[in-house]
């Protein structure tokens, strides 16, 4: 049972682990072709990567960094007139693979919600999902100094001109994707029709601040096991007090001890610590910007939708309401506010919830 619930909890970053595994280096040493094969034991393993390079780098990268790369994924079709793409922003330690390309391939970290039929129809939508600039699974990263929210969105958006993509249907993010879907409002509201911003707002919390802050006291105090116990923290403040009540309620043998220790092990064997340094900092500088952004020029007001869950301490309500007041002048939001035993990350546990509010939203 022990192994049941770390499986249903952190099966996301076991499947990012594989992934950056599959990819290794033999997808990195040739970006050219975009598809890459290879056998994990008898079973042949398919990841369609693609890589984009640019040489149109965020402005403070341009003398020590002369070109970016971005490894991206897509699903479904663009139609002709190109206006049936979404971007898909992955959080704190995703990457790309946001989904399995089919029975073969390794489970992504929001499998339930990208799909034939899924809230994010690939029957109905082109869908893009880029390892963030500044990542450890295939972009360009870690990089020096850290990258800002706005240096992620840049490169992001120099993807979107690569694909011949005018406006995306809807950029969607949560946690820290979510303030990437905010930076794309207020940085190019022309180039996006939607928002939907899932569990995050215009600041960290007090708290999530003094959270990332000792996480990067830890790890830069502990070189050898500092990332292992920087993101025991991190789990803490991730799901609900109620979360863990409801294991220990339905196991007995459930303790939280091994629960975290399980987890840590196996995000730290396969993520950059430089990486997760850079993205510690990013989430902990962000704050919403709407003084000279073109959204108040737009020429049309971009709608925009915003969750948040009363059991995250990383971005609570009051912040939501703070993000609704600073925006509704210049968009046509739609706000809810959720209860979710799985706290900050219910936009990627609670499937029940959030796939209603993902089709309510984009239908």
């Known amino acids: 049972m022990l192994l049941y619930f770390v499986c249903l909890f ?9 992934y950056r595994a599959l990819i290794g280096e033999a997808c990195l040493d040739d970006r050219k072709e975009g598809r890459y094969r290879r056998p994990e034991g008898d079973l042949l393993m398919i990841c369609d ?14 003398n020590h960094i002369p070109e970016i790369t971005l490894a991206y994924e897509t699903y479904g079709e663009l139609n002709p007139a190109k206006d049936n793409a979404l971007l898909v922003i992955h959080g704190f330690s995703s990457g790309s693979h946001v989904a399995a390309h089919n029975t073969a391939d390794v489970t992504g970290w929001w499998e339930w919600a990208v799909g034939p039929g899924k809230p994010l129809d690939t029957n109905r939508y082109f869908i893009v999902c880029a390892n ?23 490169c992001q958006q120099q993807l979107q001109a690569e694909l ?5 249907y809807a950029v969607i993010g949560g946690s820290l994707g979510g303030m990437a879907v905010l930076e794309w409002l207020v940085s190019y509201p022309e180039k996006i029709q939607r928002a939907v911003c899932l569990n995050a707002g215009a600041k960290l919390s007090f708290i999530g601040q003094g959270l990332l802050d000792i996480q990067e006291e830890i790890i830069r105090a502990m070189p050898d096991n ?3 116990l920087a993101r025991r923290l991190a789990n803490l403040s991730y799901v609900g007090e109620e979360f863990f009540t409801y294991q220990q309620s339905t196991n007995p043998d459930w303790q939280l001890g091994c629960f975290l220790k399980a987890e840590e ?19 902990r500088r962000y704050e919403l910007k709407l003084r000279n952004s073109p959204l108040a020029a737009c020429s049309f007001k971009p709608s925009v939708f915003l969750a948040g869950c009363v059991e995250d301490i990383l971005f609570p309500v009051g ?15 739609n706000k809810i506010i959720v209860n979710s035993k799985y706290g900050h990350d219910a936009f990627l546990m609670d499937e029940l919830l959030y796939s209603r509010i993902l089709r309510s939203f984009l239908s």
């Open 10 to 18: 952190m099966g996301v970053f076991s499947a990012i682990i594989r």
């Open 265 to 283: 092990d196996m995000f730290a064997s396969g993520f950059n610590c430089d990486s997760y340094l850079g993205f510690l900092q990013a989430m």
């Open 319 to 333: 912040i939501i309401e703070e993000t609704n007041l600073q925006l509704g002048p210049f968009a046509a939001i």
């Open 164 to 168: 011949g993509i005018d406006r995306w």
């Open 132 to 154: 963030n600039f500044g990542g450890c699974f295939g972009s360009t990263g870690p990089v020096f100094p850290p990258p800002a929210i706005a240096d992620i969105v840049f």
């Open 226 to 228: 500092g990332l292992k």
């Open 49 to 62: 990567v693609a890589f984009f390079t640019t040489n149109k780098v965020p402005l403070r990268y341009s």
